[in-house]
């Protein structure tokens, strides 16, 4: 018999944000949901991803924008600016 291993990552915005390098960086701003613990939250308020998933990839907590909703913004260096040691 075999038995076959996977692996499932977590989604985060890495994949998104190496694109955004690419394309030559520049302001990106999300709207997650901040989750309160201990609190039960529909799945379909989390399309966006959370505040918390958000941080872990380098975004900075701006403001509330409704209970639950935040905005979030990070700055992304151009993918050469990267290999050159540049700052945006």
Not at 72 to 85: M, Y
């Amino acid at each position: 018999m075999t038995t076959t291993t996977h692996v499932i990552e977590p989604l985060t915005p890495d994949g998104a944000l190496d694109l955004i390098a690419q394309a030559g960086g520049g302001e990106v701003v999300s709207f997650p949901n901040e989750l309160t613990p201990g609190k039960r939250t529909s799945s379909s308020f989390l399309h966006n991803g959370t505040r918390a998933m958000f941080e872990q990839a380098g975004f900075t907590f701006e403001r509330h924008i409704g209970k639950s909703k935040t905005v979030l913004r990070k700055t992304i260096v151009p993918a050469h600016d990267r290999r050159t040691g540049g700052t945006p």
